[in-house]
């Protein structure tokens, strides 16, 4: 059971170039979640999503983009990198939804370094 | 809006000892609360919630929270503290009250756990 499985783990990008971390899921979850986690901060929300088809823009959604195409993939893309955008990335998923008590489960985190 | 807040960035325990990490939140109407772990380079894992019912909530690895209304607070609670609990503890509180919405992350507390 592999759960939430996220890829890269590690990437270094300059500044202007583009890319997406995967995320996919085999417990056949609908809600799927992408955050990310500076140092010395909590979560911060940047897109969720649902169910396939379905994407709404979270807390700090700028400089990002999202797909739901499946049930199990939503791939987060990131547009001209800046180094602000230097940050563990980490995708989870839960099948009821948290606003009514789901329970998430991560992936192990995308370390991500914008130079 | 709702909140939570974590009032202590670090706590330090000695092994044996009974342990107690902080936990506020500011919430309009019921509150669903959560306590999530991080170990070193891994994603959050769920350790325990409060959606209704019984105050004392037991969860993974001995852990309890108690949920008080009067206090606003949900502390995490472990009778006798290992090594191995040291790690970054997250409290969280949902953001609504429809499956799709979001939870809030508190900023989390660093737990020490000293042999």
Same mark, same amino acid.
């Given at each position: ?8 783990? $590690? ?78 990335? $980490? ?13 998430? $489960? ?10 | ?23 506020? !939140?500011?919430? =309009?109407?019921?509150? !669903? ?25 037991? *969860?993974? !690895? *001995? ?6 209304? =009067?206090?606003? =607070? ?9 090594? =191995? ?10 953001? *609504? ?19």
């Amino acid at each position: 059971n592999a759960g939430v499985t996220q890829t890269p783990k $590690f990437r270094i990008l300059k500044i202007g170039q583009s890319m997406t971390l995967q995320c996919t899921q085999d417990m056949n979850h609908n809600y799927m979640y992408w955050y990310r986690q500076d140092p010395g901060m909590g979560l911060k929300l940047i897109y969720y999503s649902v169910g396939a088809g379905i994407t709404d823009k979270g807390e700090v959604p700028n400089g990002y983009n999202v797909s739901r195409s499946t049930t199990e993939d939503f791939p987060l893309r990131l547009e001209l990198a800046a180094p602000s955008q230097t940050s563990v990335y $980490f995708c989870a998923s839960t099948r009821q939804g948290t606003g009514v008590g789901g329970e998430l $489960f991560f992936g192990e985190g995308s370390r991500l370094t914008v130079l | 809006a709702q909140s939570v807040a974590q009032p202590e960035d670090q706590v330090n325990v000695a092994e044996g000892n009974p342990l107690t990490v902080k936990c506020t !939140y500011s919430v =309009s109407g019921n509150p !669903y609360l959560f306590w999530y772990v991080q170990y070193p380079n891994r994603g959050l894992q769920f350790l325990l919630k409060y959606i209704t019912g019984d105050n004392l909530v037991k *969860g993974s !690895y *001995g852990f309890e929270a108690e949920f008080n209304k =009067s206090q606003t =607070s949900f502390h995490l609670k472990k009778p006798s503290a290992l090594v =191995s609990d040291s790690a970054l503890y997250f409290c969280a509180v949902r953001d *609504g009250y429809s499956s799709a919405s979001k939870i809030i992350f508190g900023s989390g507390t660093r737990l020490s756990i000293r042999p």
